[in-house]
């Protein structure tokens, strides 16, 4: 009896054994491949070394020198190294560690990318498709530095999607920013506390070819929109959507709590001159008679591809998701 079970558990640690490298061989290859993928459908992808370890019971995949551009979008993004996670029995869940410096390309403008820490956790359906279900991404001491503008830090940072059950095509979307401030800027300047709840709806899936295929932003809704800047809060909820140029349409309310010391900020920052505040705040006084409370403010945005109005006086430019 005790000889059968030691034949057992000898065949299956041979098993497991066989499983494993089987596994970290077909993870290397499906990397190269999709590095191959994204080449040939016109981004620039590549990197400088690939390996997996972890064996027994996962697969870690590091690159190191990982890039990823597309130079018509104006994108980009690379590293020194990117290590990617996997427990060998569940190689749908995967874990992304980011390096503590890395250097993203928005609109052809770099930025670069510090963090105490920076990770990632994504699921994906298990099949060839790869798509998306649902995501988390964390990062503590943020600091992001454009080319020639001041540092924007931020103390934490965290994002998170779900996919809709109902509907494929839209994900749920949450991020919550903690202690948003500009480099060298004043203290009024600084932000306490970023939160959105909200959702968004796609052209087409997130899965393993949406860098080439590009899902575009059809639809945002915004169940709320919370920002605390010291004794002022902001609130926002609404619906747009994507015109045919690409354009965000809809209606979005804003709410301003204390709209007053808000207007005494945006003096202190130099954004409103000081000889407009008493006119600023005559206006003030009559919009809060519509909102229930002298120390509020609401405001009904309308986004057109002309530009943002507030009751038909434009008050910024347009938006556009893609």
């Known amino acids: 009896m005790i000889r059968w079970m030691l034949r057992l558990v000898l065949i299956a640690g041979l098993g497991w054994c066989g499983y494993w490298f089987i596994g970290a061989h077909a ?27 972890g064996f ?22 690379e590293a020194e190294f990117l290590q990617i996670f996997s427990l060998s029995y569940r190689p749908w869940h995967v874990i992304a560690a980011f390096p503590p410096r890395q250097t993203l390309t928005l609109r052809g403008q770099p930025v670069t990318v510090e963090a105490e820490k920076l990770q990632a956790s994504v699921v994906v359906e298990p099949g060839l498709a790869l798509t998306l279900q649902r ?3 964390a990062g503590d001491g943020v600091r992001l530095s454009p080319q020639g503008t001041p ?17 494929p095509l839209s994900h749920r979307i ?15 300047a600084r932000i306490d506390m970023a939160r959105l709840d909200g959702r968004v709806t796609l052209s087409g899936p997130l899965d393993r070819d949406a860098l080439t295929k590009r899902p575009a932003v059809t639809a945002l809704d915004l169940r709320e929109a919370i920002l605390n800047w010291g004794e002022v809060s902001a609130f926002a909820r609404g619906r747009v959507e994507t015109d045919a140029a690409g354009y965000a349409v809809g209606d979005v309310t804003l709410r301003l709590e204390n709209w007053s010391a808000a207007l005494d ?17 005559r206006v003030g ?20 591809a002309q530009g943002i109005s507030v009751a038909g006086i434009p008050v910024g430019p347009p938006l556009r998701f893609n």
């Open 174 to 188: 949450g991020l919550e920013a903690e202690g948003i401030a500009l480099e060298g800027g004043s203290a009024a």
């Open 151 to 167: 540092p924007l830090t931020l103390q934490s940072l965290r994002l998170a999607s779900e996919i809709d059950p109902a509907d």
């Open 56 to 77: 027994p019971n996962r697969f870690d995949l590091t690159l190191t020198e990982p890039r990823l551009a597309d130079p018509r979008a104006g994108w980009g993004w």
């Open 135 to 137: 995501s988390t991404a």
């Open 265 to 281: 900020r945006l003096a202190e920052m130099g954004l409103v001159p000081t000889d407009s505040l008493t006119g600023l705040r």
């Open 27 to 53: 993870a290397e290859r499906f990397a190269r491949d999709w590095i191959a993928a994204q080449s040939a459908a016109g981004l620039e992808a590549g990197e400088q070394g690939l390996e997996v370890a």
């Open 285 to 304: 006084q009559v919009l809060s008679l519509t909102s229930g409370s002298r120390n509020a403010v609401e405001l009904p945005l309308r986004l057109a």
